[in-house]
């Protein structure tokens, strides 16, 4: 009788930690093969009339530019919250603001946000200009994103990159081609819990054993 106890505790034992081990492998594939990635962001164009020596227009420092996020993913969507574009000077000084509202982007799907907006201070914009007679400005990007995969959303990420643009006589991105935004020190873009889960289930299940 004592044996025969035995032996059904020992298959009880035996089929959860079978269980867990399964449930653990199981989440680790879900997490390999839904995973999402974070949306690529660059500066597509920037313009200054003010700095356009063509037009000797010096008090018309209008800031003119576009952002474009690409969503990398193949079967995530991206729900974006209000994105905040901050541009500055070399000086780390701020020189204006602006706000993309929030938005939905599909699957593999580019963004293109155009933004116009006037300086807080006009001599910030003129005080940008280098010797050489070309202007570097700093635009950095802040929001919190979550990923659609299925039919769930997923948790808020965080988003922090910046990049540096550099001005032309002509008032314009001296780079034709897009500048990408890479992320600051202080972003963080935290993953799914999903393989701290399968790690301590396949810790437990190997130290029982």
């Not at 660059?42 to 227009?57: D, G, H």
């Not at 706000?99 to 116009?116: D, E, L, S, W």
């Not at 922090?160 to 550099?166: F, I, K, L, P, Q």
Request: proline share 4%; net charge positive; charged share 20%.
């Amino acid at each position: 009788m004592d044996q025969d106890r035995e032996r059904s505790g020992g298959n009880c034992c035996s089929c959860c930690l079978s269980f867990i081990f399964t449930a653990g492998l199981t989440s680790l594939f879900l997490w390999l093969s839904l995973r999402a990635n974070k949306p690529k962001c660059s500066i597509q164009n920037f313009y200054v009339p003010a700095l356009n020596k063509t037009l000797n227009s010096r008090d018309n420092t209008t800031l003119n530019f576009m952002v474009r996020c690409d969503n990398p993913n193949k079967d995530q969507g991206i729900y974006y919250d209000d994105v905040h574009l901050t541009i500055s000077n070399t000086n780390n000084t701020t020189i204006a603001n602006y706000t993309v509202p929030k938005f939905y982007q599909g699957h593999k799907k580019k963004a293109k946000k155009p933004g116009q907006v006037l300086p807080l201070n006009n001599q910030t914009v003129l005080r940008a200009v280098l010797p050489n007679g070309s202007a570097v400005f700093r635009m950095d990007l802040k929001t919190q994103v979550r990923f659609k995969i299925i039919f769930w959303k997923t948790k808020r990420e965080r988003i922090e990159v910046g990049a540096d643009v550099e001005v032309n006589g002509n008032g314009t991105k001296a780079q034709k081609k897009g500048i990408k935004m890479k992320k600051s020190d202080s972003s963080s873009f935290s993953r799914s819990s999903f393989p701290i889960c399968v790690l301590m289930n396949l810790l437990v299940f190997f130290a029982i054993r």
